[in-house]
């Protein structure tokens, strides 16, 4: 649902910046507010958590020799506050520190698997977004009819489906037995390596190298994981779609339109569609959020090199480094996508005013 | 009233009694409810989970955790083994039917948590205001915007695996939205006359939120909750397939999936049993929530 | 959605039920493809990776003093590096003679100089796997002189006379791999030795260098055309991370991928019959084992010892879940190893474990045991939790991530551990020296590096054996020193040694001469032709 929280006005008389200025400034602090929250939260789960950050360094092997040596590299002695504001300090610099599983910068590694995430995501989101927007208007317009009923039991079955296991059978079907999609990973291994990495999405670099045997390639590998992405949003956009759509169809000013002779389409698009198109952003916007932060089983299934595996490994091993610079970044990213369809909603939405 | 058949008393136009007003309109939001035949399925779907599980020492053929190496990975309709069995040769039908348990349980223990403590943080958010509401919402906001798999992994790893861990997992990433809604309902109702009325009465801010915000609230919370168990099922379910949720020999749905993975390409069918289920009884829950939406939420324009 | 449904189960038995011949889009003729599971590989420097797949990416990149031939394992190590070596007549010093008209990947020549570096460096960087040779009384100190370079030859003097063949097995072991020093030194950054540098680039000589290392996605590596040996005919060799057993299955049918390595038992058996494609099996070095912690005051009492070995169906979990990849093992020797043991006299006893438990007086038990998640390990746990609970013992089984049961292990937390155990180096020392030695019990000595210790075991009298075996340079007489403390441990220790690994890799059936290192070493793929 779109939640615009406005904040009631406290009616401060002689304010001493204009009032763009003081919303944009309090905008800026309750995103820095809530990111220092973010961290700090992530910062005390990774070190309460029973895992030993220093034993998934040294092994199993590792005398007590080394290991406090190393207990005493990562500041494990320090007070766990002085250990935050250190972790603070350099993420002010830019310094996500070193992951631990992968020995490089975590900013590096990010910048490695965020793209391979973004890809499916934004794939994902374009299906689920261009089936699920006209089923949602199909659905509403013939409410109640068959075609109503079977949409909405189909968006329902998409979101009732634990996706981890519709992906390991479309996986064994239409890889295994098929042979219609590529497998596992981004790419053939005989593709890899034979376009530059730009943007590092796959696709993306393919088409800026030329090279469309890579792009198709990329594309066999990306379709299914990315189809099951959007079938789930596209469970989620088509049942918003229909909601907001039943709302304009039974306003006034359609009645009025159907009254003036409008034809039926002019209708439906022309007004009532015209009308939720900025709810529909917000959700859209939504649903690419939670796809980016949501597709973590879908990696694992796909050996999608994404965040969200990327994550979830650094987590079971204790790389605390590479937990943060990964939570940090899918926040920041989920915060900026919230308020940038909130601000669509207030400049566009008449009645948001 | 003695002419009158029941029904006709509960169809009533102009009901008699305060009694009687509110029991008709339970009994036309239950009429408009069953009248949608996917309304009816999810709940017959939950009402057959719901015997499944009370009858589970009944209706199991075999005991869930008796193995029997010798016969393992047998298929559909083997010997009494009607689904087969798994890896250590248990009946996966049995298993099937004691996993409900833990289904259900998952739901009680998380539908007892989440909406509470989102209706708790949303209202006194709401009704207070000021920097009580912005502690509050910026929490939540920050709550809200962390990977949800990732902070229930975090919490579960932190907390040690276990079903009941990770119940308190996903309650930890459910509630935001609820407190989010909780707070917006209560911004509406704060200023409305009958509150000031309350006010004026002497009530303090306690009994003005527990008396009358909580119940206007409860409708949309139901429906939201509803929509949502589905969610946390298949949370669960992710849960268990990453080997985070119930440990074993529990037969945990999403457990169950992620042992029978391995067998997928030869025996396909040790995961996908339990995989029908989840989709079964998620699907069952949406088609309810769904319906109970229609029925509940005015604002979504009515019956369907 | 039920049709769909359907189709997609008929597909699956279709699948299961036909013998299709593998698809042809066959991978190039001079690349090898590898699929399996390098998500531990967190380093390439030799002197600190110390992880399973790092092992086979360092045994084809550094080349070693002396090595194994994978055509030819049973020999034992051989020379490379070293040309030759001599020991002193009081056994404490060897001198190598470095073969002449080596190089490494960049050009410049193999020294006795690079060698006295890259094993300094090794002791001095203190990392995990540096015990291998700080067991020699190395340390920062004295390594100067302990480890020596002088014209072509370099010279270890070791604290002790050890048995050759150990100091000589210990430098084939991953952190014996020999780096080019000044291309290291170049790199080196805060007097780290080049070790941040190394992590991810390498700089040897052997058959391949390291291309490109992505985490947990692929390595790839490319052939040197100036390996001594000639060049290898893979010019290319990519190992592409595969977690699921399924995936490298279907990979392979399709073609994608030459080689899987991570097959479970019911992929191996349903891809045999597959048309091209062959499975290999290698006896590996993994043990399988259960430990009981001797500080609890019930598992400490020889009877239920002696009562649990009889709670394990070895026979039965062999045939079924371990069917093909691990073979039943009793002794902390794997097979192969000087001195292994193959006396396997335990099985599947509920009668006699009960009777034992009871002359114990044992009532009412509950265990908790510590499993790490892999799915074979949880299969061996749950097998094992049925038949304690038909002996009238309660057992929890603790679940987690491999650092977690870890920890609590390392500090004798678990009444019972369930765990596996791989030898560091290919001598008998590197299993005896952990299981059956245990100079100091005490919590204050916290050698948390030794089974025994973690398990709060004194072995009684066993270290004294392991110590005089590690010494004893006569072959026949070590190997029957080593029989005696196995057939003692078998007997009177807290461990239940279950099953020692078999590896299976399938594979195109064009791949020849693929090695995996069975027990003693990693995999090398400067040998394969396809």
Same mark, same amino acid.
């Given at each position: 649902?779109? +939640?615009?929280?406005?904040?009631?006005?406290?009616?401060?008389?002689?304010?001493?910046?204009?009032?763009?200025?003081?919303?944009?400034?309090?905008?800026?602090?309750?995103?820095?507010?809530?990111?220092?929250?973010?961290?700090?939260?992530?910062?005390?789960?990774?070190?309460?958590?029973?895992?030993?950050?220093?034993?998934?360094?040294?092994?199993?092997?590792?005398?007590?020799?080394?290991?406090?040596?190393?207990?005493?590299?990562?500041?494990?002695?320090?007070?766990?506050?002085?250990?935050?504001?250190?972790?603070?300090?350099?993420?002010?610099?830019?310094?996500?520190?070193?992951?631990?599983?992968?020995?490089?910068?975590?900013?590096?590694?990010?910048?490695?698997?965020?793209?391979?995430?973004?890809?499916?995501?934004?794939?994902?989101?374009?299906?689920?977004?261009?089936?699920?927007?006209?089923?949602?208007?199909?659905?509403?317009?013939?409410?109640?009819?068959?075609?109503?009923?079977?949409?909405?039991?189909?968006?329902?079955?998409?979101?009732?489906?634990?996706?981890? =296991?519709?992906?390991?059978?479309?996986?064994?079907?239409?890889?295994?037995?098929?042979?219609?999609?590529?497998?596992?990973?981004?790419?053939?291994?005989?593709?890899?390596?034979?376009?530059?990495?730009?943007?590092?999405?796959?696709?993306?670099?393919?088409?800026?190298?030329?090279?469309?045997?890579?792009?198709?390639?990329?594309?066999?590998?990306?379709?299914?994981?990315?189809?099951?992405?959007?079938?789930?949003?596209?469970?989620?956009?088509?049942?918003?779609?229909?909601?907001?759509?039943?709302?304009?169809?039974?306003?006034?000013?359609?009645?009025?339109?159907?009254?003036?002779?409008?034809?039926?389409?002019?209708?439906? =698009?022309?007004?009532?569609?015209?009308?939720?198109?900025?709810?529909?952003?917000?959700?859209?916007?939504?649903?690419?959020?939670?796809?980016?932060?949501?597709?973590?089983?879908?990696?694992?299934?796909?050996? =999608?090199?994404?965040?969200?595996?990327?994550?979830?490994?650094?987590?079971?091993?204790?790389?605390?480094?590479?937990?943060?610079?990964?939570?940090?970044?899918?926040?920041?990213?989920?915060?900026?996508?919230?308020?940038? +369809?909130?601000?669509?909603?207030?400049?566009?939405?008449?009645?948001?005013? | 009233?003695?002419?009158?058949?029941?029904?006709?008393?509960?169809?009533?136009?102009?009901?008699?009694?305060?009694?009687?007003?509110?029991?008709?309109?339970?009994?036309?939001?239950?009429?408009?409810?069953?009248?949608?035949?996917?309304?009816?399925?999810?709940?017959?779907?939950?009402?057959?989970?719901?015997?499944?599980?009370?009858?589970?020492?009944?209706?199991?053929?075999?005991?869930?955790?008796?193995?029997?190496?010798?016969?393992?990975?047998?298929?559909?309709?083997?010997?009494?083994?009607?689904?087969?069995?798994?890896?250590?040769?248990?009946?996966?039908?049995?298993?099937?039917?004691?996993?409900?348990?833990?289904?259900?349980?998952?739901?009680?223990?998380?539908?007892?948590?989440?909406?509470?403590?989102?209706?708790?943080?949303?209202?006194?958010?709401?009704?207070?205001?000021?920097?009580?509401?912005?502690?509050?919402?910026?929490?939540?906001?920050?709550?809200?915007?962390?990977?949800?798999?990732?902070?229930?992994?975090?919490?579960?790893?932190?907390?040690?695996?276990?079903?009941?861990?990770?119940?308190?997992?996903?309650?930890?990433?459910?509630?935001?939205?609820?407190?989010?809604?909780?707070?917006?309902?209560?911004?509406?109702?704060?200023?409305?006359?009958?509150?000031?009325?309350?006010?004026?009465?002497?009530?303090?801010?306690?009994?003005?939120?527990?008396?009358?915000?909580?119940?206007?609230?409860?409708?949309?919370?139901?429906?939201?909750?509803?929509?949502?168990?589905?969610?946390?099922?298949?949370?669960?379910?992710?849960?268990?397939?990453?080997?985070?949720?119930?440990?074993?020999?529990?037969?945990?749905?999403?457990?169950?999936?992620?042992?029978?993975?391995?067998?997928?390409?030869?025996?396909?069918?040790?995961?996908?049993?339990?995989?029908?289920?989840?989709?079964?009884?998620?699907?069952?829950?949406?088609?309810?929530?769904?319906?109970?939406?229609?029925?509940?939420?005015?604002?979504?324009?009515?019956?369907? | 959605?039920?049709?769909?449904?359907?189709?997609?189960?008929?597909?699956?038995?279709?699948?299961?039920?036909?013998?299709?011949?593998?698809?042809?889009?066959?991978?190039?003729?001079?690349?090898?493809?590898?699929?399996?599971?390098?998500?531990?590989?967190?380093?390439?420097?030799?002197?600190?990776?110390?992880?399973?797949?790092?092992?086979?990416?360092?045994?084809?990149?550094?080349?070693?003093?002396?090595?194994?031939?994978?055509?030819?394992?049973?020999?034992?190590?051989?020379?490379?590096?070293?040309?030759?070596?001599?020991?002193?007549?009081?056994?404490?010093?060897?001198?190598?003679?470095?073969?002449?008209?080596?190089?490494?990947?960049?050009?410049?020549?193999?020294?006795?100089?690079?060698?006295?570096?890259?094993?300094?460096?090794?002791?001095?960087?203190?990392?995990?796997?540096?015990?291998?040779?700080?067991?020699?009384?190395?340390?920062?100190?004295?390594?100067?002189?302990?480890?020596?370079?002088?014209?072509?030859?370099?010279?270890?003097?070791?604290?002790?006379?050890?048995?050759?063949?150990?100091?000589?097995?210990?430098?084939?072991?991953?952190?014996?791999?020999?780096?080019?020093?000044?291309?290291?030194?170049?790199?080196?950054?805060?007097?780290?030795?080049?070790?941040?540098?190394?992590?991810?680039?390498?700089?040897?000589?052997?058959?391949?260098?390291?291309?490109?290392?992505?985490?947990?996605?692929?390595?790839?590596?490319?052939?040197?055309?100036?390996?001594?040996?000639?060049?290898?005919?893979?010019?290319?060799?990519?190992?592409?991370?595969?977690?699921?057993?399924?995936?490298?299955?279907?990979?392979?049918?399709?073609?994608?991928?030459?080689?899987?390595?991570?097959?479970?038992?019911?992929?191996?058996?349903?891809?045999?019959?597959?048309?091209?494609?062959?499975?290999?099996?290698?006896?590996?070095?993994?043990?399988?084992?259960?430990?009981?912690?001797?500080?609890?005051?019930?598992?400490?009492?020889?009877?239920?010892?002696?009562?649990?070995?009889?709670?394990?169906?070895?026979?039965?979990?062999?045939?079924?879940?371990?069917?093909?990849?691990?073979?039943?093992?009793?002794?902390?020797?794997?097979?192969?190893?000087?001195?292994?043991?193959?006396?396997?006299?335990?099985?599947?006893?509920?009668?006699?474990?009960?009777?034992?438990?009871?002359?114990?007086?044992?009532?009412?038990?509950?265990?908790?045991?510590?499993?790490?998640?892999?799915?074979?390990?949880?299969?061996?746990?749950?097998?094992?939790?049925?038949?304690?609970?038909?002996?009238?013992?309660?057992?929890?089984?603790?679940?987690?991530?491999?650092?977690?049961?870890?920890?609590?292990?390392?500090?004798?937390?678990?009444?019972?551990?369930?765990?596996?155990?791989?030898?560091?180096?290919?001598?008998?020392?590197?299993?005896?020296?952990?299981?059956?030695?245990?100079?100091?019990?005490?919590?204050?000595?916290?050698?948390?590096?030794?089974?025994?210790?973690?398990?709060?075991?004194?072995?009684?009298?066993?270290?004294?054996?392991?110590?005089?075996?590690?010494?004893?340079?006569?072959?026949?007489?070590?190997?029957?020193?080593?029989?005696?403390?196995?057939?003692?441990?078998?007997?009177?220790?807290?461990?239940?040694?279950?099953?020692?690994?078999?590896?299976?890799?399938?594979?195109?059936?064009?791949?020849?001469?693929?090695?995996?290192?069975?027990?003693?070493?990693?995999?090398?793929?400067?040998?394969?032709?396809?």
């Amino acid at each position: 649902m779109v +939640s615009v929280t406005s904040q009631p006005e406290e009616g401060r008389k002689s304010a001493p910046f204009p009032a763009w200025l003081r919303k944009f400034l309090t905008t800026c602090g309750s995103i820095a507010a809530t990111m220092l929250g973010l961290l700090l939260v992530t910062f005390v789960i990774g070190r309460v958590m029973p895992i030993d950050p220093v034993l998934a360094i040294v092994g199993e092997r590792a005398s007590q020799e080394s290991y406090d040596a190393v207990y005493h590299q990562l500041g494990l002695d320090k007070p766990l506050m002085v250990q935050f504001f250190y972790y603070l300090w350099d993420v002010l610099h830019g310094d996500f520190g070193n992951s631990l599983l992968t020995a490089r910068p975590v900013s590096q590694d990010i910048a490695r698997v965020f793209p391979a995430t973004m890809e499916l995501a934004t794939l994902g989101v374009v299906i689920g977004m261009f089936l699920g927007i006209p089923m949602g208007v199909l659905s509403a317009v013939h409410r109640g009819t068959w075609i109503d009923q079977t949409i909405r039991v189909l968006t329902l079955v998409g979101y009732s489906m634990p996706i981890f =296991w519709l992906g390991m059978m479309g996986l064994l079907l239409f890889y295994g037995i098929l042979g219609w999609v590529g497998g596992p990973g981004r790419l053939d291994i005989f593709f890899e390596g034979l376009v530059p990495s730009v943007t590092g999405m796959v696709l993306v670099d393919a088409l800026l190298a030329g090279d469309m045997d890579v792009f198709w390639n990329g594309f066999s590998h990306l379709i299914l994981p990315a189809s099951l992405l959007g079938y789930y949003s596209l469970a989620y956009i088509s049942r918003m779609t229909r909601s907001f759509m039943l709302e304009q169809l039974s306003a006034e000013y359609i009645t009025t339109a159907r009254v003036k002779g409008l034809s039926e389409r002019q209708v439906i =698009w022309g007004h009532a569609f015209k009308n939720i198109r900025v709810q529909l952003v917000t959700v859209v916007a939504l649903s690419y959020a939670n796809l980016l932060e949501g597709s973590v089983l879908t990696e694992i299934i796909f050996s =999608w090199p994404g965040i969200g595996s990327y994550i979830t490994t650094a987590l079971l091993s204790a790389d605390m480094n590479a937990v943060l610079g990964g939570t940090v970044v899918v926040g920041l990213i989920f915060i900026c996508l919230n308020i940038l +369809s909130d601000l669509l909603y207030k400049i566009f939405d008449p009645r948001a005013k | 009233m003695s002419e009158q058949t029941l029904k006709q008393w509960l169809l009533s136009d102009a009901p008699t009694s305060r009694m009687q007003a509110r029991v008709a309109g339970l009994y036309q939001g239950w009429l408009r409810l069953t009248s949608n035949w996917m309304t009816l399925t999810g709940l017959i779907i939950l009402t057959a989970l719901v015997l499944v599980a009370v009858c589970a020492p009944l209706l199991a053929p075999h005991d869930p955790f008796e193995q029997d190496l010798l016969n393992r990975l047998k298929p559909i309709g083997y010997d009494d083994h009607y689904l087969g069995t798994d890896s250590l040769g248990r009946d996966i039908l049995s298993r099937l039917i004691y996993g409900s348990r833990i289904t259900l349980y998952i739901v009680a223990l998380v539908t007892l948590i989440a909406p509470v403590v989102g209706l708790l943080v949303g209202t006194v958010a709401g009704y207070l205001g000021g920097w009580t509401d912005q502690i509050l919402m910026r929490t939540t906001d920050v709550f809200l915007a962390f990977p949800r798999l990732v902070l229930a992994l975090a919490f579960v790893a932190a907390l040690g695996p276990g079903i009941e861990n990770a119940v308190l997992a996903i309650s930890l990433t459910a509630w935001p939205p609820y407190a989010r809604m909780a707070r917006a309902e209560t911004l509406t109702i704060r200023s409305s006359d009958f509150i000031a009325a309350i006010r004026l009465q002497g009530a303090g801010p306690l009994r003005i939120i527990t008396r009358h915000i909580w119940p206007l609230c409860i409708s949309s919370l139901i429906v939201r909750v509803t929509l949502d168990m589905a969610g946390i099922i298949l949370a669960a379910a992710g849960l268990g397939f990453l080997g985070l949720g119930a440990q074993p020999p529990s037969p945990e749905w999403g457990a169950m999936i992620s042992e029978g993975r391995r067998f997928i390409l030869d025996h396909w069918w040790v995961a996908t049993i339990p995989g029908l289920a989840i989709f079964t009884v998620s699907l069952a829950f949406n088609l309810l929530g769904d319906g109970l939406r229609d029925v509940l939420d005015p604002k979504d324009g009515g019956h369907g | 959605m039920m049709i769909f449904k359907s189709l997609l189960a008929g597909a699956a038995i279709g699948l299961a039920i036909s013998t299709s011949p593998m698809a042809i889009a066959a991978t190039p003729d001079n690349v090898l493809v590898v699929a399996m599971r390098i998500d531990d590989i967190t380093t390439l420097d030799p002197a600190e990776s110390f992880e399973f797949a790092g092992g086979d990416v360092s045994r084809n990149v550094y080349m070693k003093l002396v090595n194994f031939d994978p055509t030819d394992l049973d020999a034992g190590y051989k020379p490379e590096i070293a040309e030759s070596w001599t020991v002193s007549d009081d056994g404490t010093t060897i001198t190598f003679k470095i073969k002449e008209g080596l190089s490494f990947h960049s050009g410049n020549p193999v020294t006795a100089e690079d060698v006295e570096f890259s094993l300094q460096r090794a002791v001095l960087l203190n990392k995990t796997p540096s015990f291998i040779l700080t067991q020699f009384g190395f340390s920062a100190e004295n390594v100067a002189q302990t480890i020596k370079a002088d014209g072509d030859t370099v010279t270890i003097t070791t604290d002790q006379p050890y048995a050759t063949s150990f100091v000589l097995n210990c430098l084939t072991a991953t952190i014996g791999g020999i780096v080019d020093k000044k291309t290291v030194l170049a790199h080196e950054v805060d007097g780290d030795m080049g070790n941040e540098w190394l992590k991810t680039n390498s700089a040897g000589s052997g058959a391949y260098s390291v291309q490109a290392w992505n985490p947990s996605d692929s390595v790839v590596m490319t052939a040197n055309p100036d390996y001594y040996r000639g060049t290898p005919e893979m010019t290319r060799v990519i190992i592409k991370h595969v977690q699921e057993s399924a995936s490298q299955r279907l990979q392979l049918e399709r073609g994608d991928i030459d080689v899987a390595r991570n097959l479970n038992p019911e992929d191996v058996a349903g891809i045999s019959s597959v048309e091209g494609v062959k499975v290999v099996d290698e006896l590996k070095g993994r043990l399988m084992y259960l430990s009981l912690n001797q500080q609890h005051p019930v598992l400490s009492k020889p009877k239920v010892r002696e009562a649990f070995k009889y709670l394990v169906d070895y026979e039965g979990m062999t045939q079924s879940f371990l069917k093909g990849q691990y073979t039943v093992h009793q002794n902390f020797l794997p097979q192969t190893y000087l001195g292994a043991s193959s006396e396997n006299p335990f099985a599947l006893n509920l009668e006699k474990a009960k009777a034992l438990l009871e002359e114990a007086g044992v009532d009412g038990l509950e265990l908790t045991v510590g499993v790490r998640e892999a799915q074979e390990r949880l299969e061996i746990a749950q097998s094992f939790q049925n038949n304690a609970a038909a002996a009238g013992i309660k057992v929890n089984l603790t679940v987690g991530t491999g650092k977690q049961i870890l920890g609590q292990y390392r500090a004798r937390e678990l009444d019972v551990y369930l765990g596996a155990w791989g030898p560091d180096y290919p001598d008998p020392h590197t299993n005896a020296g952990t299981f059956a030695f245990n100079p100091d019990n005490s919590k204050e000595a916290n050698a948390t590096g030794l089974l025994a210790w973690r398990n709060g075991w004194d072995t009684a009298g066993l270290t004294e054996k392991t110590a005089a075996a590690v010494v004893e340079n006569d072959r026949a007489v070590r190997a029957k020193l080593y029989d005696e403390i196995q057939a003692e441990f078998r007997e009177t220790s807290p461990f239940i040694v279950m099953a020692q690994q078999i590896e299976q890799n399938a594979m195109n059936e064009k791949v020849m001469n693929f090695s995996g290192g069975q027990a003693i070493t990693s995999a090398s793929y400067w040998q394969v032709t396809k």
